[in-house]
């Protein structure tokens, strides 16, 4: 039972446009949720969270916005740069349990410059 | 200076053998786990161990066993590999209660 799922499995934009990633999960007791970035062969690497208190969440180029209601959360990355190019990985935690930590399948993003 | 680290990075093994996966964290942290990236690219958490109690333990065969001799090691102890344990595997660690985990570079496991 996927629980958090990232239908897009790639997406590319041109260098200096925007970027955006989805993100749906199934499971409503979810309250905190995070992106990571993964390049070949490297672990996956923390870049922004937000918490279910929140809509919104910016840092830098990045922002990540969550819709409860809906279930879905996207991660938005202006302007796109090359080094952006990588695959991203969509996680979410319940409040019961701050170990459990749910990954999608990850999108792959190609910035072409 | 590795935060998380794995050993060995590939490892190609027959069906049957007992390996293991090394992890180390030079981060203080005290929960470490252990996940399987599977064909379908998903990153399905396989283990935590905090202050070397066992916390999650999924549908995992219990071929797969977890070894943490002190908080900055968690090893994984696979015994009778079969085809179905080829995979990426990745640790990673966190402090207690912490949002953010911290992963190593992954062991691609392969049984032939």
């Known amino acids: 039972d996927q629980q958090v799922k990232q239908n897009s499995p790639s997406l590319s934009v041109q260098e200096g446009r925007i970027s955006i990633l989805n993100c749906d999960y199934t499971?409503?007791?979810?309250?905190?949720f995070l992106w990571y970035k993964k390049y070949p062969a490297e672990g996956p690497t923390f870049l922004i969270s937000?918490?279910?208190?929140?809509d919104k969440n910016e840092d830098g180029r990045f922002t990540v916005f969550l819709n409860k209601s809906a279930k879905h959360l996207s991660l938005h990355i202006v302007p796109s740069q090359p080094g952006d190019s990588a695959v991203y990985f969509c996680?979410?935690?319940?409040?019961?349990?701050?170990?459990?930590?749910?990954f999608g399948a990850g999108t792959r993003l190609t910035v072409k410059p | 200076d590795t935060a998380v680290s794995q050993t060995p990075k590939y490892l190609v093994t027959q069906m049957g053998n007992d390996k293991s996966i090394k992890c180390e964290q030079n981060?203080?942290?005290?929960?470490m786990y252990w996940y399987k990236q599977d064909s379908k690219k998903f990153l399905k958490i396989m283990f935590s161990?905090?202050?070397?109690?066992?916390?999650i333990n999924e549908t995992v065969p219990n071929r797969f066993s977890p070894k943490s001799p002190d908080k900055a090691h968690l090893n994984l102890h696979i015994n009778s590999l079969e085809l179905g344990d080829s995979a990426v595997y990745f640790c990673?660690?966190?402090?207690?209660?912490?949002?953010?985990?911290?992963f190593g570079p992954g062991t691609r496991l392969t049984v032939l």
């Open positions: 981060l203080g942290h005290d929960t």
């Open positions: 161990y905090n202050n070397k109690e066992l916390i």
């Open positions: 996680a979410a935690r319940p409040p019961y349990n701050n170990n459990d930590m749910r």
């Open positions: 499971n409503s007791m979810f309250d905190y």
């Open positions: 990673a660690s966190s402090r207690s209660g912490g949002n953010e985990q911290f």
């Open positions: 937000i918490s279910s208190i929140k």
